[in-house]
């Protein structure tokens, strides 16, 4: 088996074209002698940048462009695309290389941004630059930054049974999707930075959520010395631990859904539209007011979880839009309890009741609207593909069409098949949670000590990765760091489903947020936030505070509730 080739092994590479350590040196604006020279956008070749094992397409030169949707307008830049550390594997016999794409505007403010990928990667997103929060009207690439993205190390293949998941099979593939992809191509970017502009970047970020969160944790984890500050919205960190959940999620709800005449179960069906309504309306009913407002959303999700019960919901006698069959309530209080195995140990983090339950966002992950034995809920197309492929050792290949790989997780064991997400063999010689986790996710000293800045963000009510892990990080941190809120913050957004959506204030700017942090100094003692028209939030145009944990934003009890300003952060009674 070949070596695996980790990013490490570039950086040390690129030492002769670039300092390591943090943002490079801006040095000076002007050439110094000693320094390589310049490159223009047509100039620039593997060859001439003499970065080992890089191959690029020929750049382009972009014109300036607006788009209909002003966060795709783009100005005037350079755009490379290309491949690191191409090989052919010896376990699936498959060719290999980490893409990236490299944008780099004609007016530069000495910024780097780090894209952050989604979902199993497999592509290479255009690198513009994307801002978090919904609704965004530019992208850093508009705004000056030079902005790279990655595949992850490999290309999805189309075969939807798996859900682009079958670079599982090669160790380093999921190695590169883990972390070294990110690894690789920030010191590269930095390089081809530095001979573009004659100087290289003053400050280095990385922005991302859902997998780019994950990506972003892990790099103020592993790359600490690469960044001054990083955004990691709705964090899969615990990734493979999340994708444990998948199988439970799919099982709790096998046992409450209607069955084929064959007698199979059609999951998606187990909870309708005014079913999970039902359980939006009672969470709502019972903990609106907890946080002295009555306003449509739960600020405090640990005084609703000692007051909202899901047995409530029960019917009396036959089902009906009003009340949840027995089976049901079974299976809500499965899946929000979080995945545990036969002795009771809990192998993810549980889930807070939240009034985003009942919006598509969230379906959409959790249960879909299939009405065959074929679901079409995210946990069961793309967590039913990873789960085998790349979250647990050895690989288990789950192949063809139909029912196959809803048969994997309504199969999967978790006395026994759990723990391989955890396991080792001779050829996969890191585990899913090594690969795909932070290190040692508490532990952030390089961050603090270098005096970088990291904002973490998650909805409540997202479907996909339980904001009670993060919470659990983040509470941890505080637990490591007595100094933590100094250098890493975390926000918690009522209503919010996966990075955006749901009845929730969920446009905001954490870019604008870090860049002051980072360049300024200003802590974010909160984040202004608003509620955009057409989304699911009843009330388009309220302004909400989103304060940073473990403060939750109160009433001052005078004022319009669609109001900000009548709106405080404070620290909720233990």
């Not at 497999?122 to 978090?132: F, I, R």
């Not at 004659?198 to 959520?209: D, I, K, L, T, W």
């Not at 050792?393 to 999967?412: A, K, M, S, W």
């Not at 904002?455 to 993060?470: A, E, K």
């Amino acid at each position: 088996m070949k070596k695996l080739y980790l990013a490490g092994g570039m950086l040390a590479a690129l030492g002769t074209l670039h300092g390591c350590g943090g943002s490079d040196d801006p040095g000076p604006s002007v050439q110094e002698p000693s320094d390589p020279p310049r490159l223009a956008c047509a100039e620039i070749t593997a060859a001439a940048l003499g970065i080992p094992r890089l191959e690029l397409d020929a750049p382009e030169t972009v014109a300036a462009a607006a788009a209909d949707n002003p966060a795709q307008s783009v100005p005037a830049h350079c755009r490379l695309k290309g491949r690191l550390n191409l090989r052919n594997s010896d376990v699936d016999g498959k060719t290999y290389a980490i893409g990236f794409e490299l944008r780099m505007p004609d007016t530069w403010n000495g910024r780097f941004f780090f894209q952050g990928g989604g979902g199993t990667d497999g592509a290479v997103n255009p690198a513009l630059g994307a801002l978090t929060g919904a609704g965004a009207s530019t992208n850093a690439l508009s705004m000056g930054f030079a902005v790279a993205s990655t595949d992850g190390g490999h290309t999805s293949e189309s075969e939807p049974i798996v859900g682009g998941s079958l670079f599982g099979l090669d160790p380093q593939a999921r190695v590169d999707y883990g972390y070294n992809a990110v690894g690789t191509v920030t010191p590269t970017a930095k390089a081809i930075l530095k001979r573009f502009y004659g100087r290289g970047a003053e400050h280095s970020y990385f922005v991302g959520c859902s997998n780019g969160g994950r990506q972003a944790m892990v790099a103020a984890s592993r790359f600490a010395d690469q960044f001054d500050g990083i955004v990691a919205g709705n964090p899969g960190f615990n990734l493979p631990q999340a994708a444990v959940q998948h199988a439970w999620d799919n099982q709790a709800f096998a046992a409450a859904a209607p069955r084929t005449g064959e007698g199979r179960p059609i999951i998606s069906q187990a909870f309708s539209f005014q079913d999970m309504q039902l359980v939006a309306d009672r969470t709502v009913a019972a903990c609106d007011a907890l946080d002295g407002a009555a306003d449509g959303m739960i600020d405090d999700p640990v005084a609703c979880k000692a007051v909202f019960k899901p047995e409530t919901l029960t019917c009396a006698g036959a089902k009906t839009d009003a009340c949840l069959s027995a089976p049901q309530v079974d299976a809500l209080k499965k899946v929000f309890g979080g995945p545990k195995n036969s002795k009771g140990e809990a192998l993810y983090a549980d889930w807070p009741y939240d009034a985003g339950v009942a919006t598509m966002g969230w379906r959409f992950w959790k249960l879909g609207t299939s009405t065959t034995e074929v679901p079409n809920s995210l946990i069961a197309t793309l967590g039913g593909g990873s789960l085998p492929y790349v979250f647990t050792t050895p690989p288990t290949q789950v192949r063809g069409t139909g029912t196959q790989v809803i048969d994997y997780l309504l199969g999967f064991d978790f006395d026994t098949d759990a723990p391989k997400i955890f396991a080792t063999t001779p050829v996969y010689t890191e585990s899913p949670m090594s690969f795909m986790t932070p290190p040692d996710p508490t532990n952030l000293g390089t961050l603090k000590a270098r005096g970088g800045k990291m904002i973490v963000y998650h909805g409540n009510s997202d479907p996909v990765f339980s904001v009670n892990d993060t919470i659990a990080w983040y509470q941890g941190l505080r637990r490591a760091h007595a100094d933590a809120a100094d250098f890493a913050r975390l926000f918690t957004i009522p209503g919010m489903n996966h990075c955006s959506g749901g009845p929730a204030t969920d446009k905001f700017d954490m870019v604008a947020a870090i860049v002051d942090w980072v360049e300024k100094g200003v802590a974010p003692a909160s984040i202004p936030a608003s509620a955009r028209a057409g989304s699911d939030a009843p009330w388009p145009g309220r302004t909400r505070p989103l304060c940073p944990y473990p403060q939750q934003a109160r009433y001052t009890g005078s004022g319009s509730l669609e109001d900000a300003k009548n709106f405080r952060c404070v620290t909720p009674a233990s």
